[in-house]
């Protein structure tokens, strides 16, 4: 998702118009879910005279998932209705479009700090005493 995110912000832009938004409620098998609220909106745009459909905001789910249901549908109400929404859509295929190109901060740490254990499991691996 991080490659993704940054790829698309050299996509070509086009605005779009919200179709709907909601605030789901998201329902887990174990009961246990700390974010059951996601933010969905449907939005259409046109790219050379052809008309398509979307409901990605991100290419990250959390940034649209919410503890609260009043959180989520504050989020919501950001896209409620709305023209002129811009979104970029994939030169080579216009059916895909995203609103949002920003990649979370935590995200960068969590990839960060997967490279450097993958690093020290590899350091270990060569440098470990045969026995």
Do not use: C
């Amino acid at each position: 998702p991080i490659y993704s995110a940054r790829r698309a912000r050299s996509w070509p832009r086009t605005k779009a118009t919200v179709i709907s938004s909601k605030v789901a409620k998201i329902m887990d098998s174990g009961g246990r879910n700390m974010h059951p609220y996601r933010v969905e909106v449907l939005y259409s745009y046109t790219v050379k005279g052809e008309a398509y459909q979307s409901k990605r905001l991100g290419f990250f789910e959390m940034p649209y998932r919410h503890r609260s249901e009043a959180s989520a549908e504050a989020q919501r109400k950001q896209y409620k209705s709305k023209s002129g929404l811009t979104v970029y859509y994939d030169p080579g295929n216009a059916a895909e479009a995203v609103v949002h190109t920003k990649v979370p901060g935590g995200f960068y740490f969590v990839a960060g700090a997967g490279l450097f254990i993958a690093g020290l499991g590899l350091l270990f691996a060569v440098f470990a005493p045969a026995s």
